[in-house]
């Protein structure tokens, strides 16, 4: 590097720290300490690695960089801005501002170029993982001799706090067991957190923890060497590993009170922010970028727009060499997909929605190429294996299944790591009761509109002898209070299949399909009622008295208004999916609960809180809201009046 470009690459390192500081400043609010400290390592990567294009962010084969790190968001801006993606000096100086583009943590959708939304520690290098496994599977899938179609990288600015959460030790295990060699994280080793000093609770060696996980690692000293950075970077492409390099840095690098807590998300003013400018050489104007540093940011994109135009060159040959691949990846990056057959299941055949749901996810695969899963090491009992596909490896990304071993956390981080590189359908499970574990994951999907489908079996009490550490009671409630995310417990095979078309409908929806144990019967039920989240099963044209049920709950409903009619006329309603049917417009919703009939009774098997809002002042809810008990499955719900007999008792006292 010559003195000339050291000196330029010094002022392009200060600009990204000059935006921070001033956007910071300007908030009174945020954390400039993790931008000025990795100013470095990020201009490294995007000035001479990152192939990416602002004029078309969409571009299939871009790198992905993730900033795990998200609090120290004005990193990713700066270098949005300074790299000419639609991200204005005017909205730097709105940072955490209502309804700017630049928030408090960097939001997919939300912000021109940002990859996805971070903020919860550990879930950005986790969600990585699932990008680069979903790299590795494409490239399995599509590329041919000579045509390396998808060929990138993802990128990771990583801090302690990731490296502390339990979520990112169980990607990180499994990235390195698939060997995903093209996933790069550059570790922020600032030795620093909120409450002080990492050796206060941080001491183990990073390192030789990454060794065993079976990653490459390095270590670069001094965090402000450019040079040192970019051979690291040179020398991690070349390895068949993920890898990480530790890069030493000094948080809130070039202020007075660097490599303190304090600076972690200290707005720096007055007399601190000039005395910071001086330190890092900055001798421009607030909220402005010298002519010489955008001039050399251009000479990054253009280095990047010529990889594009090559990639661009060789997917026009691909196209003319490979049409029918060609046609098929088209296909899955946009999400298209051949239509769905309607599923029918004749009365007379009982069984388990989750043995259901089995057949329906082999009945769709050859229509759905993109759809991939697996089970946290419970495939078996979620029935989630496509029969037609092994297990990806490191031998071989390109099956459609994946062993996410006990590792609920990463599944469903890694799962919206599939999603949001696009070209996948990603559908992971467990039992409804471990939901728990990767509700952050869920909670993530829904706010980045991914339309992970989650696969939750054994779904209540029925779970039986397993007892209450088995036996989710207040899952169902807990799941369905998260914004955006579509909850659906189905009642038989026919609305499973309903709502497995229904998830693979959506575009910017999770779904989570509540899947029994417990063998259910086949219903007579219509087509489409899963579409509308709340239906009539059966009625009256009298009737005075309103079952609701979900699940396998549903068929309890219909045998009790049996025993009630004719002397109470019931009408039954299938309530699969409370979201859905509060979607509905208020006419079709009065149809269904005539404000006229006031006796309702709603029937789960698991909390109650929820429920009420249907049922109203002059209804009950026959629920569990106890956390089960070991034994039968039949024992257990007459313990808690998850009964026929039960329903009739109660419908009688209204």
């Known amino acids: 590097m010559t003195q000339i470009s050291a000196q330029i690459a010094e002022r392009a390192v200060n600009a990204i720290r000059a935006l921070t500081l001033d956007a910071t400043s300007a908030a009174g609010e945020g954390h400039p300490g993790m931008p000025l400290g990795c100013a470095p390592m990020a201009y490294t990567l995007w000035q001479n690695f990152l192939n990416h294009n602002p004029q078309n962010s969409a571009w299939f084969n871009r790198d992905r960089f993730v900033q795990s790190a998200g609090h120290g968001s004005m990193l990713s801006y700066s270098l949005l801005h300074l790299t000419g993606y639609d991200l204005s000096m005017e909205e730097i100086k709105r940072h955490r501002q209502l309804h700017s583009k630049t928030p408090g943590h960097p939001e997919v959708g939300h912000t021109h170029g940002v990859e996805m939304t971070t903020g919860p520690l550990g879930q950005g290098i986790s969600t990585a993982v699932g990008m680069a496994l979903a790299e590795a599977h494409l490239a399995a899938r599509f590329n041919r001799p000579d045509y390396p179609i998808i060929d990138h990288y993802t990128y990771v600015i990583a801090s302690d706090g990731d490296l502390m959460e339990g979520i990112s030790a169980e990607a990180s295990s499994l990235a390195g067991h698939l060997e995903l060699k093209k996933l790069i994280v550059l570790y922020d080793d600032n030795h620093v957190t909120i409450d002080g000093k990492t050796d206060q609770s941080f001491t183990e060696d990073v390192l030789k923890r990454y ?137 007379g055949k009982d069984d388990a929605t989750r043995n259901w749901s089995h057949k329906v996810i082999n009945d769709y695969a050859s229509f759905v190429p993109a759809l991939v899963g697996g ?64 509700r952050a994951s869920i909670r993530l999907a829904a706010l980045m509109k991914q339309p992970v489908i989650y696969v939750f079996t054994h779904d209540s009490i029925g779970v039986g002898g397993d007892g209450p550490t088995h036996q989710p009671i207040e899952q169902l409630t807990s799941l369905r209070a998260i914004p955006n995310l579509t909850v659906i417990r189905p009642a038989d095979p026919n609305e499973t299949g309903q709502a497995w078309a229904y998830a693979l409908a959506s575009k910017d929806s999770p779904t989570a399909l509540i899947l029994t144990r417990q063998t259910v019967p086949t219903l007579e039920l219509p087509q489409d009622g899963v579409a509308k989240g709340g239906y009539i099963v059966a009625d009256s044209p009298d009737a005075q008295v309103i079952l609701l049920a979900s699940g396998s709950e549903l068929a309890l409903a219909l045998e009790a208004r049996e025993g009630l009619e004719p002397h109470i006329p ?59 008990a070991s034994g039968d499955e039949k024992a257990l719900f007459e313990l808690f009046g998850i009964t026929v007999e039960n329903i009739i008792k109660t419908a009688q006292s209204l």
């Open 211 to 347: 060794e065993a996980y079976h990653w490459h690692t390095q270590r670069v000293t001094d965090g402000n060497d450019i040079g040192a950075i970019a051979a690291a970077i040179e020398a991690a492409k070349m390895t068949d590993k993920p890898s990480l390099i530790a890069i030493r840095t000094i948080i809130g690098y070039g202020t007075p009170i660097a490599d303190t807590s304090d600076v972690h998300g200290k707005a720096l003013k007055g007399e601190q922010l000039a005395a910071s400018k001086v330190m890092m050489g900055v001798d421009w104007e607030a909220f402005s970028v010298p002519s010489d540093v955008r001039a050399h940011y251009g000479e990054g994109v253009a280095r990047a727009q010529t990889h594009y135009q090559a990639h661009q060159a060789l997917w026009q040959s691909y196209q003319k060499a490979h049409p029918e691949a060609a046609a098929e990846l088209s296909a899955m990056l946009e999400g298209r997909y051949k239509s769905l057959p309607q599923l029918n299941f004749p009365v």
């Open 375 to 438: 089970s946290a090491d419970l495939a078996g009992s979620n029935k989630t294996t496509m029969k037609q596909s092994g297990f990806m490896s490191a031998q071989d990304y390109s099956p459609r299944n994946i062993h996410f071993g006990v590792r609920e956390h990463a599944m469903g981080a890694m799962a919206n790591g599939m999603s949001l590189h696009g070209g996948l359908r990603p559908y992971v499970a467990t039992f409804l009761i471990f939901s728990d574990y990767l």
């Open 570 to 628: 019931t009408r039954v309603i299938s309530m699969p999916s409370s979201n859905i049917f509060d979607k509905q417009s208020l006419d079709y919703q009065e149809s269904v609960l005539p404000k006229n009939i006031r006796k309702r009774i709603a029937i789960e098997a698991g909390a109650s809180l929820g429920w009420h809002k249907y049922t109203g002042l002059d209804g009950k809810v026959i629920g569990v809201d106890d956390f089960g």
